[in-house]
């Protein structure tokens, strides 16, 4: 499975890192995306990152601000957020190809098959 952690509370302008853990499936071969649901909208596509680690920007909102990396030692994929604003107030999950190694494009977000537990970031003063 995969489990997201490190959410919090931030104000606005400060950074914060989440985590994606897995057990039981491998990273190592897999791209690994990031999603946020924010209250009261659908899922939006984040990024992704490929086998390679080469970085796929889904969303022009985060270009800049947000980049994804991963531990294939630990079996952990990370989100590195820096200048938060309260639009990034959502949970954030993040989820696999498993075995698939390259990013899909963003009119095949669906592809992504496998799904961990989000983690809420709140961005407020």
């Known amino acids: 499975q995969l489990q997201a952690s490190g959410g919090g509370s931030v104000q606005p302008g400060g950074s914060l890192r989440v985590s994606c853990a897995a057990s039981g499936v491998t990273l190592r071969y897999s791209a690994i995306g990031w999603f946020r649901q924010a209250p009261g909208k659908g899922r939006e596509g984040l990024l992704c990152i490929n086998q390679s680690g080469s970085i796929t920007y889904y969303t022009d909102s985060v270009t800049g601000r947000f980049t994804i990396s991963r531990d294939n030692d630990k079996n952990t994929a990370y989100l590195q957020m820096i200048s938060l604003k309260p639009e990034d107030t959502a949970v954030y999950h993040c989820?696999?190809?498993?075995?698939?190694?390259?990013?899909?494009?963003?009119?095949?977000?669906?592809?992504?098959?496998?799904w961990g537990q989000g983690t809420l970031v709140t961005v407020s003063s």
């Open positions: 989820a696999t190809l498993r075995g698939r190694a390259s990013c899909p494009p963003l009119t095949r977000l669906n592809e992504f098959s496998y």
